[in-house]
């Protein structure tokens, strides 16, 4: 079969980042090719390529067989390449119809030609199952109908390549349903269409090819038919992991916290996002926390750092949390190592040595009094450089300059400074390289030993239950398992976190 | 670090192409009306360099730059308060109105006009800062609504409750303040540095307090603990508050305390000049000074540099109208100026991204 799209040896590279290194896809002409991989693997990144929203530093992208150059968006869709964005973008307080011939406006004598438009969107609708009344304001329209909106109006400037970014984000089952029928709609009528996801599900239901990111590289291309949903995730995240363990225990017979009925009601009147959780966490302990993302668990660790309202208790080495503002959990002992560093833990165009002070301001060694303490910091944000394994010119360098790993690595010591009796760690080593995510396991392993105890949350499961002493499961908000890791494997722990077992 | 010439160069390359586009800029706006911008510029130089002006020019910046500070204190945390007009005409008003009925003796009663000014206008910032804080109600929106209020509260308080007769004009004043309440000029100290007393001239006082004001903002901003609080919340809010930052309480602090400062920039022609309040209070200040800081990156230095500039750029503008040029040639330079400034700090930063990740690809870090 023809290819419509062939990507060679894409790479890009931001500063501090390489998002995509030696990226190649082929993408059959009239297929649904999915392009999986985690958050942060690089997806997006090849599309915007691919867009023409930005640009490759090396490598090469044919469309239909020929070299391609695009400079910007324009470019690509001259050539028959559309996208459907996440995010719409969509003018609200038009018509459906007047968003789609937005900028591609027909005119006959210098007036926009709307029959004409109508009777195209309409004949395309009909044709793809995408029904949607071209006079309907598209704010009163609900989310799967924009998405169709979205849809028409690329298929409207003539693509015959279709990307869609996540599309099923923010779609409930049914329209998920519905899309997906349009999808093999598209597909019979012999258009292209390029699928990024990181749901596995989906991509067996919908993709006949699968291509397979991983930091940044592809790492397979698979046929869908010929896979299993395990068999891609481990091609997703890897296999050659070193592999995460502790050994014996190291648990004192002090308690470190204790949450008695914690519960964290939704901003919005609708279920709590974390009903009632208790639990005991002793001194060199492990606390793992499972579940699919947005179960909870990062609002329960917010909770306890008192980043969130909550009802219910908190117990820290014996004093109670509850009316303590987020200073003074951290200053009595509390580290947090949060599941967006960038946004959570860094500021990200100020050097490394202010960095160290974030969350620290309030007492030595990076403050005397009321003052910075220039020296110090300096002194000791070699320290966590050189303990840490950080890898950066000095502690002057702007913490943007950083590779994620190091960012990270970065943090975990800031974090682990002062010896809190607490850690919550969220995602420790997510998007971290296998290297730097060893030494950050070194890390936490040689602090439970000395008596630290810590709040584990994890996407990937070899890690959870690799790490920890015991498990608990998440599931919409409440604790549904608890599960000794020495006799849990990845299998069983994902399907208690789904709730199926 | 690692490409220092270039580095300086960078610095320096976004003032001087400001500089120049707005030569340009001001030229072309002069061509247009059939003046010539060499003669235009070539009086204004000859009248602006002469020693009379420059000391207006500074005195013009002394207000300029305690308002600019006002402003920059807010822009480090992230916030904006547009409403340094209003502080300082409500702090200006209620110092001259006070001050003017304490009795204490000299530096003392400088103090405590001082202390009311800053309270009228941290007062009036608070109103502000407590919507925003309670109830979300954007910064930007009610400090620019609130300047309007202060603009008739102060006329109302000014005409009906705070004025006193002036004998033979029909200007509004509140009742001067007495000699222990105004500022002693700087000239007898520049007389003895060998400057020349110029008619009209001085220098005033209000100069000192301002440096002091310039170096006590560097050094919270850059040094203390509440400074980097300060400056954490305005780069990553987020972060901040994972850090343990109460960011509602910054938000009140910050706007309070612009709001204090802001209410000393009325002083230096209040207690240097006028000693009263009037009608013909000068109005713009808080408004010129969003721009002062805006050009000088909200830093000490960066901010004095161009509180002079505009004030030199102001007073020596005056002298267009000798031949026939409107002086609104000024607001076209301070416009072109700052949107040229603006710009060309943000190409310099990208720039200055684009070559840091070369090097960092070059030296093939990961």
């Given at each position: ?7 060679r ?23 649904v ?130 990307i869609?970014d ?51 590289s ?57 009903s ?20 909870g ?37 509390i ?19 202010e960095?160290?002070i ?29 303990e ?20 990270q ?62 498990l608990?499961v ?24 789904t709730?199926?077992? | ?28 706006s ?20 002469g ?5 207006e ?5 002394t207000s ?83 300047n ?10 000014l ?31 520049l ?91 000068r ?41 026939d040029?409107a002086?609104?040639t ?5 416009g ?15 720039y ?15």
């Amino acid at each position: 079969m023809a290819i419509a799209v062939e990507l060679r040896h894409i790479s890009k590279r931001f500063p501090g980042v390489i998002a995509n290194k030696d990226v190649s896809i082929k993408v059959e002409s009239g297929s649904v090719h999915a392009l999986i991989g985690e958050n942060g693997a690089g997806k997006s990144t090849v599309m915007k390529i691919l867009y023409g929203m930005q640009r490759p530093d090396s490598g090469e992208i044919l469309v239909n067989g020929t070299t391609v150059h695009f400079k910007k968006p324009a470019d690509s869709i001259e050539a028959g390449i559309g996208m459907v964005h996440q995010h719409f973008m969509l003018a609200d307080n038009f018509t459906v119809l007047e968003n789609i011939v937005l900028g591609y406006e027909p005119s006959r004598g210098g007036v926009i030609d709307f029959n004409a438009a109508r009777v195209k969107i309409n004949e395309m609708a009909a044709a793809y199952g995408l029904t949607v009344d071209p006079d309907a304001l598209v704010e009163d329209l609900g989310v799967g109908q924009r998405q169709r909106v979205e849809i028409l109006k690329v298929l409207y400037r003539g693509a015959k390549i279709l990307i869609f970014d996540e599309p099923t984000a923010v779609l409930v089952p049914q329209e998920v349903d519905e899309l997906f029928a349009a999808l093999q709609g598209l597909r019979k009528d012999g258009l292209t269409v390029i699928f990024i996801t990181h749901k596995l599900d989906e991509v067996l239901r919908v993709a006949d090819d699968v291509t397979v990111i991983r930091a940044g590289s592809t790492v397979a291309e698979v046929k869908a038919s010929e896979v299993s949903a395990k068999k891609l995730a481990e091609l997703m995240v890897g296999s050659e992991l070193p592999s995460p363990e502790i050994h014996g225990s190291a648990k004192r017979s002090d308690i470190a916290l204790e949450l008695s009925q914690l519960t964290v009601p939704a901003e919005s009147g609708a279920r709590n996002l974390v009903s009632d959780v208790s639990f005991t966490l002793h001194a060199g302990e492990v606390l793992g926390i499972a579940g699919v993302e947005g179960n909870g668990q990062s609002e329960l660790i917010e909770a306890i750092l008192g980043l969130r309202n909550y009802t219910g208790t908190v117990i820290f080495k014996g004093e109670p949390l509850d009316d303590e503002s987020v200073s003074e959990r951290r200053d009595m002992g509390i580290g947090f190592i949060p599941e967006d560093r960038q946004r959570q833990a860094l500021l990200m165009s100020s050097p490394l040595w202010e960095n160290r002070i974030l969350g620290h301001q309030r007492g030595k060694p990076v403050m005397n009094g009321a003052l910075i303490d220039r020296k110090a910091t300096m002194a000791d944000t070699i320290r966590i450089m050189q303990e840490f394994d950080v890898r950066a010119p000095g502690p002057d360098t702007l913490a943007l300059a950083l590779s994620g790993g190091n960012q990270q690595k970065f943090i975990v010591g800031r974090e682990m400074s002062g010896s809190p009796s607490l850690l919550l760690a969220s995602h420790p080593t997510r998007g971290v390289d296998v290297g730097a995510q060893a030494a950050i396991w070194n890390e936490l392993r040689a602090a439970r030993e000395k008596g630290m105890a810590i709040v584990l949350i994890s996407a990937d499961l070899e890690e959870l239950i690799g790490l920890s002493d015991r498990l608990i499961v998440m599931l919409r908000g409440s604790v549904t398992a608890e599960l000794d890791p020495a006799k849990t494997t990845p299998e069983s722990l994902g399907s208690a976190m789904t709730g199926a077992a | 670090m690692r490409f220092k010439p270039g580095k300086i160069a960078l610095a320096v390359a976004a003032p001087v192409f400001a500089a120049v586009f707005s030569l340009i800029v001001s030229s072309a706006s002069l061509l247009a009306t059939n003046k010539s911008p060499r003669e235009a510029f070539a009086l204004m130089w000859e009248f602006g360099s002469g020693a009379g002006s420059l000391m207006e020019a500074v005195n013009l910046a002394t207000s300029y730059y305690i308002a600019a500070i006002a402003i920059a204190l807010t822009f480090r945390a992230g916030l904006f308060n547009i409403g340094v007009e209003g502080q300082l005409r409500l702090g200006s008003l209620f110092a001259a109105y006070f001050g003017a009925m304490i009795v204490l003796p000299p530096v003392l009663h400088i103090l405590a006009i001082f202390i009311i000014a800053m309270f009228v206008g941290g007062l009036w910032a608070a109103i502000a800062a407590y919507m925003k804080v309670k109830r979300g109600v954007s910064e930007v929106i009610s400090t620019i609504m609130l300047n309007s209020v202060a603009g008739g509260l102060s006329a109302y308080l000014l005409s009906k409750h705070f004025m006193v007769k002036v004998e033979g004009s029909n200007d509004l004043a509140t009742k001067p303040l007495p000699a222990s309440g105004q500022f002693p000029d700087l000239m007898p100290v520049l007389k003895k540095l060998g400057v020349e007393e110029q008619p009209g001239g001085g220098v005033y006082g209000m100069l000192i307090i301002a440096i002091i004001l310039g170096i006590a903002f560097w050094f919270v901003v850059n040094r203390t603990r509440f400074g980097f609080e300060l400056r954490s919340s305005g780069m990553n809010p987020i972060a901040a508050r994972v850090s343990g930052v109460n960011s509602k309480k910054m938000t009140f602090i910050a706007l309070v305390a612009s709001g204090a400062i802001a209410g000393l920039a009325g002083l230096p022609t209040l207690l240097g000049d006028t000693h009263s309040y009037t009608l013909g209070f000068r109005g713009g200040v808080g408004f010129t000074a969003i721009a002062i800081a805006l050009l000088g990156r909200n830093s000490a230095v960066g901010m004095a540099i161009s509180a002079m500039l505009f004030g030199f750029l102001e007073v020596a503008s005056r002298t267009l109208e000798l031949i026939d040029i409107a002086p609104e040639t000024y607001v076209i330079m301070q416009g072109s100026i700052l949107l040229s400034a603006v710009i060309a700090y943000e190409v310099v930063r990208r720039y200055q991204l684009t070559l840091q990740s070369h090097a960092l690809a070059k030296a093939g870090d990961k």
